[in-house]
């Protein structure tokens, strides 16, 4: 079945270093999401990416969505204690019986030590 | 107030004891979605509807029922509580349409069963 894998799980980093996630699902995208869940909060939505290669930013967060539109990876630069978090990676296929139904990863818990 | 609301935001229950979490949105989108959030599982598919009176299956249905007589509500019930539906319910709704498929989530229920 589809299966979106993201990687690491978990990230401690002190802060001014940089982070980086990553997604890989096996089969193509239609489009894939980023979301942050703050501790003990709910996911909120951050961006979406559409195109093949398609590189967005916000602030210090690089988004990326490969070529194949099968891989993405989010990028922080100089982490900050409010960057704590768990991102997760959502990608949607456009066909059938799925539309519009995420496929979740397991989401990288990044820790930041001041 | 608009948005997406759950509750109860808190239930302790008995194992073998029938629960409905509630999930409410003011948005009329089309799709809702149930997840249940567990360490080291991150958001996994219970349940998801893509217009009222039409839902399907995602990864974990087992033991849960759902259904959706109106666009704005989708409740997700538990026939027989077991000690392993322990966890944090997430209820999510998005529109889907066009190129924006930003999902929202509502805050969470945390159902523990004794």
């Known amino acids: 079945g589809q299966q979106v894998m993201q990687i690491p799980q978990y990230q401690h980093v002190q802060e001014g270093e940089d982070f980086t996630t990553y997604c890989n699902s096996s089969t193509t995208l239609s489009n894939i999401q980023w979301y942050k869940q703050r501790p003990g909060g709910h996911p909120v939505f951050l961006i979406q990416l559409v195109k093949s290669g398609e590189v967005k930013k916000q602030k210090r967060l690089t988004f990326q969505f490969g070529e194949a539109k099968k891989n993405s990876s989010l990028h922080i630069t100089a982490t900050q204690t409010t960057d704590v978090g768990t991102y997760f990676c959502a990608g949607s296929l456009d066909r059938g019986s799925t539309l519009g139904r995420l496929y979740f990863g397991r989401g990288t818990q990044l820790t930041v030590w001041p | 107030d608009a948005g997406i609301t759950q509750s109860p935001r808190y239930k302790i229950t008995e194992t073998g004891r029938q629960v409905t979490l509630m999930c409410h949105q003011t948005w009329s989108h089309s799709y809702m979605f149930w997840y249940r959030q567990d360490l080291g599982h991150g958001l996994r598919l219970i349940y998801y509807s893509a217009a009222a009176d039409i839902t399907d299956k995602g990864e974990v249905p087992d033991g849960y029922v759902v259904s959706r007589s109106k666009t704005e509500n989708f409740p997700l019930t538990l026939e027989s509580a077991t000690r392993s539906q322990t966890s944090v319910y997430f209820c999510?709704?998005?529109?889907?349409?066009?190129?924006?498929?930003?999902?929202?989530f509502g805050q969470g229920t945390r159902l523990t069963v004794v």
């Open positions: 999510a709704s998005s529109e889907s349409e066009g190129e924006l498929a930003e999902a929202f």
